[in-house]
Structure formats: structure tokens, C-alpha cells
């Protein structure tokens, strides 16, 4: 992991996520870019190209100087420290304009606030983050407020012994082995599901072939409530990250996401949610 990309927009959401992009940099030697992706309302805009050209230089500008600010803030930067690289851009969906920078700088994660700054963005449990989860090629790490992390100890992964889980638990070994992290495979199965022991037996001679990490465990657990049974072993093994892939459909992650509200439970301990896509992991396998 050479390059990682930080999406800021300066809420007391995205602080924690710039702060874990900074341990993560600093563990992997990884250069951090930070974007801001601001709009500027068609309501302030002049017909006249002169002055519309002037009011985007100031906004230009304006978000640089603030995105500076906040970087050297938040990360407490010294003189002496390498800033990260810093980029504005303007794109009227923020989620668009994150995921074009990533791919300009051909980053490798992208880390960005699990929140939004209104009201509304909280409820949905950030727009943005959920939008790049559904639409990135590149993996994504959605960091929830006050994460407060500056180890990473225990990932869990969260299996369906799928071949398209290979290749994101190899790329996970990667970041891991910086951390010197367990990796926690746990798979969750409904009672009426056909012959799952079975399958974790092929999947971990599948996974042996193929992954040489060995600080990896397999929990096999039977449940008919898969998101509770998933929530209390995050807290039983005291998980810094969850780990998924995000499937066709959509019909795992989001309700995951939003699980604290389906459920009308709070989680006591939100955890920092990295995903892959499962088509990107299933041409990366072949």
C-alpha cells in the first residue's frame, strides 16, 4: 500500500478519520493525500464568466487554506514533519469527486468520516461514505467519530466462504503485517443453512494455498440473527476493524451499516468498517 487517500469535510466526523489515515501512513512508510470536495451553489454563481472565474479562484483558495489548517490542526504537524499532499476539488457529488482523485493518484484505500456534517447525513449514516462503498474500485475505510485509534490489534473479517474472499484477506495481510494484527474470520450461519462446516473446511484449505499470514483464526458460529451475533463478537474480541466485501445488490453492507437502526439497537462500540468490492476481488483471483 503505497498511497492513501483521506476525504475531508472538515465535520468533527472526518477528524478521526484523518488522524487513523495518519497511523496507517506512518505504519506503512504510505504517502497521505487529503481532498476536499466542495460545490459552489449555482445561487451564487454570475452570468458573467469574469466574475464567475474570480468567485471559483476564491473558493479555490479558500478550501486550500482551510484544508491546510485543518491538516496541521489535527495531525499536530511540525515544520520538520512530511505534510500530506493536499487537493481541492470541485464536483457537485462529493462521492464522485473523491473516487476521481483516487483514481488520478492511484490510491490504494480510501479513508473518509462514517458520518456527514447535517443532520440528515447522520441519519442515513453518511451518505458519502455509503455511496463509496457502492461505487469504489479501490477499497474503502469508513471511520466512525472518535475512533481514537493508534494501533490496529484485532481485524475481523466477516466471511461468507465466498473464492472472491481470498484475495481481499491476502490484500488485508498486507496492511496486517505492518501492525503485526490478528486476523479474526468469522462466519455466521443461519441453523438452516446446507452443510456451512463443510464449506469452512474447503475455504481453509483454499486460504492456505493462497495466504502465508499466520496470524489468522476462523470462528464459526450458528444464529438465526446474523447482524447481532456479528455485533457482540466485535465487542467480544474488542475489534479495532470489520472487514467485508461489498456484493451485488448490496444486500449485506448496508444493512450492516444501518444495523443499529433496523435492530433498534445502538452499538456501544462502532468500529471502523474497510470493504472491497467482491468484482474487483473476483478479477484480482483470476
Known amino acids: 500500500m503505497k498511497t492513501i487517500l483521506c476525504a475531508t469535510d472538515y465535520s468533527d466526523n472526518s477528524i478521526s478519520a484523518i488522524k487513523l489515515a495518519n497511523v496507517i501512513r506512518k505504519k506503512l512508510k504510505a504517502e497521505l493525500h487529503v481532498v476536499h470536495v466542495f460545490d459552489i451553489s449555482a445561487t451564487f454563481i454570475s452570468t458573467v464568466s469574469l466574475a464567475y472565474a474570480r468567485l471559483e479562484e476564491a473558493a479555490f483558495n479558500n478550501h486550500r487554506e482551510k484544508l491546510d489548517a485543518f491538516c ?90 465466498e473464492e472472491a474472499d481470498i484475495p481481499a484477506i491476502a490484500k488485508i495481510t498486507e496492511f496486517a503485517s505492518a501492525f503485526n494484527t490478528e486476523i479474526k474470520l468469522i462466519h455466521v450461519s443461519t441453523k438452516n443453512e446446507y452443510a456451512a462446516e463443510d464449506q469452512m473446511l474447503w475455504f481453509k484449505e483454499m486460504l492456505k494455498e493462497k495466504v502465508t499470514y499466520k496470524k489468522i483464526s476462523f470462528e464459526f458460529r450458528l444464529s438465526d440473527d446474523i447482524l447481532s451475533t456479528l455485533k457482540d463478537y466485535l465487542k467480544e474480541v474488542d475489534a479495532d476493524i470489520l472487514v467485508m466485501l461489498e456484493r451485488e445488490g448490496h444486500a449485506l453492507i448496508p444493512n450492516l451499516w444501518h444495523f443499529d437502526l433496523v435492530k433498534r439497537m445502538k452499538l456501544e462500540r462502532l468500529v471502523p468498517l474497510l470493504s472491497y468490492q467482491k468484482t474487483v476481488m473476483e478479477i484480482h483471483d483470476h
Open 72 to 161: 496541521w490542526k489535527h495531525l499536530n504537524l511540525k515544520d520538520a514533519d512530511k505534510s500530506p499532499v493536499i487537493s481541492v476539488v470541485e464536483n457537485s457529488i462529493e462521492s464522485d469527486g473523491i473516487i476521481g482523485k483516487a483514481e488520478e493518484i492511484k490510491a490504494d484505500l480510501i479513508v473518509v468520516g462514517m458520518t456527514g456534517s447535517n443532520i440528515v447525513k447522520d441519519l442515513i449514516i453518511g451518505s458519502t461514505a455509503t455511496a463509496l462503498i457502492e461505487k469504489s474500485s479501490v477499497p474503502v475505510l469508513s471511520v466512525p467519530k472518535n475512533a481514537g485509534m493508534t494501533e490496529i490489534n484485532t481485524i475481523v473479517y466477516a466471511t461468507a466462504f
